[in-house]
């Protein structure tokens, strides 16, 4: 069951990159949706392109489809600069939201709809359609109508429609976030399946850092319409460009506060940490990743003494929370990041105070209000400049 | 329906802030004041369906028996004769008024869909300036237009004949029509013309394929709106028609406008004359509650 080998058109041009070269986007009343954007995405990648409600995300994908003008700069698929294109010159495919599926044409002509346009003849679209509905399990649905459709199956219409075209790249727009939580998590992993199989270059929008992490090769993260970095998601999490990123990518995400610096030695409440590497000695925002944390002492790291407000039990590790005995940090920056999570993750308690949450093994000894020893991973901690939040 | 909604609302006492109150307490009064709205609204039904009454009973009627002074009364035998003896009188006009109205609606609806489609969902520059043009036709009344337009067809050889009409009443629809399509055309999902951009298809397939094929609920209530007006128009039909090409109205006129005609002839010929609205509405009028978006979106 193999789709690539019936790809000859696809194959015969392989997967094309995309290039944005100084991609601007300001709507008519002025607002800057997205700002002086470049990015490459290569051939048969999967790119995500991450971040908050509002940051562009969306527009920068549909002006790679077409549906938006470019206001300055050029849009490259394969080595053609498309930037002037009308959306049906352009050999893309997309997936909605919504999944627009056309309503009144059963699942076989909704498929078959864009080979129609282009002129495929009959029976290789009927060809192409069937095995295509073989691949996603759609067959027994070919003749019903999208009304009649449940809403997973609605997506994997539209899925089909997308990859009946074999065009040279997909363009996806939160397609799974309709979807209720259990189904999404599977379809994320089919539709890396579906990726590897097809290799096809793909470039996906999501809000969710999680998504965006599982799925992408690559991923951007933007905000307000600027690329803040663009990298793997291994990168990403490591070795985050600014206080944004830091905070927006990672679960739980980056415990914050504000230290300072001075010779090799970080303080902040009454802690010190001596430091592993050089950081330009004064104030700086201090960020520790829950994962950085390991019980009582271990060699060469320091610790420090906590007293856990909340634990957290999730059998193979637990999360600790604890007051620390500074402000919380709390900029536009860390913000952004924490709008864009899920509701849960949102701090409750609107206090002044910062609060960590440390990752422990789920053997580790921690009761709520008893003092517990941690250590810190020196080598794990960022550093961050408190007024631009660019990474020191 | 419920009754509820009429039940006066209960003195606001002090616990009824704290609890929610999901059904307020039946007044005692409530069957009463139900029952006399329905009285009250049957009685006024049977107000304004007192002509209809009048008109089928007379036109039902024999001839011989027909009189003002019995005109409320049951007929006496069922008769057909009313129908039988106007109906030579009218058939020209009936077949007429079909070849004007159905050309004349089908043209101007599916045209009116095709510019709502543009100004809806294939915006172009100016689209904000030209629909408010197109709907200024709405406003200005028929008699203002009349000797222009007389003189236009006139110089252009389509006065006397169907055709002339039928063009008249095609753009004399267009502004309502426009506007119909137009509405409903912005109620649909942006992201299904967009995915029809995108899978190829440019404006006409686009229009065709995907826009026209959800709009059968815009075309009954174009077609009803477009039908009744032009089937009922007297004005346009006796001033640009010549006698041959004249419309039902035109000869319902005649009929129902003589001096020595018996009014049962008047009645059956009105009657007849507005049955294929009737049927129009009745035919078309179920598409208003299909849901023909069913299943676009995620749902």
Redesign the interface.
């Given at each position: 069951m193999s789709l690539s080998s019936t790809s000859e058109s696809a194959a015969r041009r392989g997967p094309a990159g995309i290039r944005l070269d100084q991609v601007s986007k300001r709507f008519r009343g002025g607002v800057l949706a997205v700002s002086d954007v470049d990015l490459e995405v290569k051939p048969g990648e999967f790119m995500v392109l991450v971040g908050p409600s509002g940051c562009g995300k969306s527009t920068l994908l549909r002006m790679i489809?077409?549906?938006e003008d470019v206001t300055s700069g050029h849009v490259y698929i394969g080595e053609k600069d498309v930037t002037l294109d009308?959306?049906?010159k352009?050999d893309?495919?997309?997936v909605?939201?919504?999944?627009?599926?056309?309503?009144?044409?059963s699942v076989r002509r909704n498929m078959a709809?864009?080979l129609r346009?282009?002129g495929t003849d009959r029976i290789e679209r009927e060809r192409r359609v069937d095995q295509v509905a073989e691949v996603l399990g759609l067959g027994p649905l070919l003749d019903r109508?999208?009304?009649?459709?449940s809403?997973g199956q609605?997506q994997r219409v539209a899925m089909g429609?997308a990859i009946v075209?074999e065009p040279q790249a997909f363009?996806m727009d939160e397609p799974l976030s309709?979807l209720d939580a259990k189904l999404r998590v599977s379809m994320r992993a089919q539709l890396s399946l579906l990726h590897q199989r097809l290799g096809t270059t793909t470039v996906y929008v999501t809000h969710d850092q999680v998504e965006a992490m599982t799925l992408g090769q690559r991923v951007a993260v933007l905000r307000e319409g600027v690329l803040q970095q663009c990298d793997t998601p291994q990168n990403l999490f490591r070795h985050p460009v600014n206080l944004f990123v830091a905070a927006f990518i990672g679960s739980p995400s980056m415990n914050f506060v504000r230290a300072n610096v001075e010779r090799r030695v970080v303080r902040f409440a009454d802690l010190e940490i001596p430091l592993a590497r050089a950081v330009p000695d004064g104030p700086v925002v201090l960020g520790v990743r829950p994962t950085a944390f390991a019980p009582a002492d271990r060699d060469g790291w320091p610790s420090l003494t906590i007293t856990p407000e909340v634990v957290e039990d999730l059998g193979d590790e637990r999360y600790v929370i604890f007051e620390v005995a500074a402000r919380r940090v709390d900029t536009d920056a860390t913000r952004a990041a924490l709008d864009a999570r899920s509701a849960d993750e949102v701090t409750l308690l609107a206090d002044a105070r910062a609060r960590f949450t440390a990752r422990l093994p789920g053997d580790a000894l921690a009761t709520i209000g008893e003092p517990l020893t941690v250590s810190v991973d020196p080598a794990r901690l960022y550093f961050f400049d408190p007024d631009t939040g660019a990474a020191l | 329906m419920s009754t509820r909604v009429e039940t006066p609302a209960p003195a606001p006492e002090a616990s009824a802030a704290t609890e929610v109150v999901l059904r307020r307490p039946r007044s005692k009064w409530a069957p009463y004041i139900t029952t006399g709205r329905y009285i009250a609204l049957f009685a006024l039904a049977c107000f304004f369906l007192m002509p209809v009454w009048a008109l089928l009973l007379t036109a039902l009627k024999d001839p011989a028996e027909v009189s003002v002074v019995r005109m409320w009364e049951l007929p006496r035998s069922f008769s057909l004769e009313t129908f039988r003896i106007v109906w030579p009188e009218l058939k020209e006009g009936f077949v007429n008024s079909m070849l004007l109205a159905i050309p004349a609606s089908l043209i101007s609806s599916m045209l009116g869909a095709m510019n709502g489609f543009v100004l809806s969902k294939w915006r172009f520059p100016g689209a904000d300036v030209v629909f408010p043009l197109i709907l200024f036709g709405m406003f200005i009344p028929y008699q203002a237009i009349l000797i222009p337009m007389y003189q236009v067809m006139k110089s252009t050889g389509l006065v006397g004949g169907l055709d002339g009409l039928i063009l008249v009443h095609v753009i004399y629809g267009l502004p309502i029509t426009t506007l119909i399509f137009r509405s409903y055309f912005t109620g649909i999902s942006d992201e299904l013309i967009e995915a029809s951009k995108v899978d190829g298809a440019g404006m006409l397939r686009t229009f065709f394929f995907v826009a026209l094929p959800v709009a059968p609920p815009a075309f009954a209530v174009s077609m009803i709106w477009q039908f009744t007006s032009s089937w009922n128009d007297f004005l346009f039909g006796v001033l640009l028609t010549s006698r041959e090409y004249w419309p039902i109205t035109v000869a319902l006129n005649n009929i129902a406008g003589g001096q020595t005609i018996p009014f049962n002839q008047s009645m059956a010929s009105a009657l007849l004359a507005s049955v294929p609205t009737l049927l129009v509405y009745v035919l078309l009028g179920r598409f208003f509650m299909r849901g023909l978006m069913a299943g676009a979106l995620k749902g």
């Open positions: 489809a077409g549906l009308l959306p049906q352009r893309v495919a997309m909605f939201q919504s999944y627009a599926l056309y309503p009144r044409m709809f864009g346009m282009r109508r999208p009304a009649a459709l809403g609605r429609r075209r363009l309709n | -």
